[in-house]
């Protein structure tokens, strides 16, 4: 699998897997997004989450995966603090705000910080035409979180502040998108980079989910079982989420595989409407064409 990453990396080829890894990161990401839509705590389910993927990274790392090399070991550690403000961010922003307003905002701000970073750092340069798709996408977004704001019954008087939180994050996502597409470029196999990634980024939450857990009133604890099998659930959908976009930021261009993972709020609406049952109606509608049609003439457009 290493050999045929590094042989189609900068092909044709390459930029077709590099479409197909960020469409099935963003189908994921949705799933995953879904996984925190209010059921549990988002400080404690994000512990489990990380808690699962370190225990599942670990043996990974140790004995199938080359270990880090040198400056490479550099490279992951400084993955853990950028994470870390992420999540944070994050974890607030679900805390103060509805899932369904913060959600889109921070995916619809994350496209816009990252293609002026690869711009930036990795020299792309995006064409007018994909300009005009990353607006149309962006537009779509948000108009999304705007729709689901007018219809928001509970929650608006923090909800000032979780937007605000939202954006900030949103400029993590961008951050850690271009920070992880450098390191993993400049790690010999990126399986090393993402196994041992995984292991790193993660061994904070799981301590502040613990911390949380024993502080919180017994009567209010969430099922430990319930928690730890969505963690689960959530860590294996995260492996994917997670390692596929990084891998299409190896293989081909970085603002292109970050605009298109951010058509997972397309694919959340659609879970929300085929598996939760919610009613969609022809605005939300309009405004996941608008995110389609985006992504469509951002590829397009290249």
Avoid: C
Avoid at 172 to 188: E, K, L, Q
């Amino acid at each position: 699998m290493t050999e045929w990453i590094l042989s189609i990396q900068g092909t044709e080829a390459g930029h077709r897997a590099a479409l197909y890894l960020a469409l099935t990161a963003a189908v994921l990401h949705a799933l995953f997004g879904s996984l925190q839509k209010g059921r549990i705590d988002p400080w404690i389910s994000r512990g489990a989450v990380d808690f699962w993927l370190v225990v599942l990274a670990l043996p990974i790392a140790l004995f199938v995966v080359p270990w880090p090399r040198g400056g490479e070991w550099l490279l992951l550690a400084g993955t853990l603090p950028i994470h870390f403000v992420y999540k944070l961010g994050q974890a607030y922003a679900y805390t103060r705000g509805a899932f369904t307003v913060v959600y889109p905002v921070v995916r619809g701000t994350g496209p816009i910080f990252t293609v002026i970073g690869a711009g930036l750092i990795f020299h792309e340069a995006f064409t007018l035409m994909q300009w005009l798709g990353v607006g149309l996408l962006v537009s779509g977004i948000f108009g999304l979180a705007l729709y689901n704001w007018r219809n928001l019954t509970e929650g608006r008087e923090t909800l000032a502040a979780a937007l605000m939180l939202a954006v900030f994050t949103g400029a993590m996502v961008a951050i850690y998108t271009t920070y992880d597409a450098y390191a993993i470029r400049n790690t010999v196999n990126p399986f090393t980079f993402l196994a041992w990634f995984f292991v790193i980024a993660d061994l904070d939450f799981p301590i502040i989910a613990w911390l949380r857990w024993r502080r919180m009133d017994p009567a209010q604890r969430p099922d430990p079982r319930g928690v730890m099998r969505l963690g689960l659930f959530g860590a294996l959908i995260a492996f994917g989420s997670f390692g596929f976009v990084m891998l299409a930021t190896r293989l081909d261009k970085v603002g292109e595989a970050a605009v298109l993972r951010e058509t997972s709020t397309v694919f959340a609406a659609l879970i929300g409407w085929l598996i939760l049952k919610e009613t969609v109606g022809p605005r939300r509608i309009a405004l996941m064409s608008l995110i389609a049609v985006g992504a469509v003439v951002v590829e397009m457009g290249g």
